[in-house]
């Protein structure tokens, strides 16, 4: 039961890591709809993506260093908060702010299982 546990607490951060960074990828595909020509569309897409290529790498780290990891995630969520306060409704914290906090917390324990 205890090996069942600790494979739940390692995938879990990761695969909700994974299905956040698919969340936010979709959100630089509106430069599709801008009527850009090819090289502008392109250099557009590099540059909505940078949050994705931020949290490919934060997921990295995370991978190989799951307490740092975890910490840069939830100052990601918190750091998100101090960005966009007052702008969106509480539905919009939860997802945004709230995903990564939980990834976070969920990589720093199961980093101090792991020491254990």
Sequence with gaps: ????TNQIVYWTPRVLAILFILLVSIFALDVFGEGYGLFK????LLIHSIPTFLLIAILIISWKWGKAGGIIFVLLGILY?????????LSVYLIMAGIPFLIGILFIVDSSLRKK
């Design 41 to 44: 569309l392109i250099g557009a």
């Design 1 to 4: 039961m205890k090996k069942i």
């Design 81 to 89: 908060i101090i960005m966009t306060y007052h702008r969106f409704s």
